[in-house]
């Protein structure tokens, strides 16, 4: 089945403890990316990866790390969290073309900074 | 600075009747739109696009028109079923990859 999984789904951390949250398709995608999702502010992209070693800043990146050494794999790093991270996260994935028009989603991290 | 506006936050709707749910944008290099929806506890699937070249496009009981004078498109979902009540998200892009999406639009689809 193809998916986009994300680990943990859930996680309630305290202020500076450096945390990962893992994201990992199988859909062989070139173009992964990371949401923050809060309410009244809709999605707003963090980070996203062209392809392996190739990633760039969204809208929103400040506090957070992302590295992409293999294609299937776009993990989410967190250094020093604090409480205004606190929100949903969703990974994205989607192939490079031109008719790309749609990215999948994985289910989502519920992420809560103490 | 929101690029992407959706200004009902929600909409109720009888079942049977036609859901309409808008979006403006404000950036005229948007060239591709997409409607994504979303459940609780599950992440945002695709459900229509439309290019920037066309102004309608159907599937099944879900139709996107774009008007680009106006900046506006609108998302009919005709007839409505109570399994359409999601958050709607509305989102745009001129990459081809990176989404601006709205704030969202909450329908609640009604028996």
């Known amino acids: 089945e193809a998916q986009v999984t994300q680990n943990p789904r859930y996680l309630i951390t305290v202020t500076g403890k450096k945390l990962t949250v893992t994201c990992s398709q199988n859909m062989n995608h070139e173009y992964m990316s990371w949401y923050r999702q809060d309410p009244g502010l809709g999605l707003r992209q963090i980070y996203y990866s062209m392809n392996v070693e190739v990633t760039d800043k969204g809208d929103v990146p400040e506090g957070y790390k992302v590295s992409r050494k293999e294609k299937r794999n776009f993990p989410l790093i967190l250094e020093s969290p604090s409480p205004n991270q606190t929100s949903l996260y969703f990974c994205a994935s989607s192939p490079l073309g031109a008719n790309t028009d749609t990215q999948y989603f994985g289910p989502g991290t519920r992420l809560t900074v103490l | 600075d929101q690029q992407v506006k959706q200004n009902s936050p929600s909409l109720s709707v009888q079942e049977g009747r036609i859901s309409i749910l808008n979006c403006d944008y404000t950036?005229?290099?948007?060239?591709?739109f997409l409607w994504y929806k979303k459940y609780p506890a599950e992440g945002p699937t695709f459900l229509i696009s439309i290019s920037s070249i066309k102004d309608k496009n159907e599937d099944g009981r879900f139709t996107v028109f774009l008007n680009k004078s106006a900046k506006h498109l609108s998302l009919h979902i005709v007839p409505s079923q109570p399994g359409d009540s999601a958050v709607y998200f509305c989102a745009a892009s001129y990459t081809g990859y990176a989404l601006n999406f709205g704030k969202g639009t909450s329908l609640l689809v009604t028996p």
């Open positions: 950036n005229s290099m948007f060239d591709y």
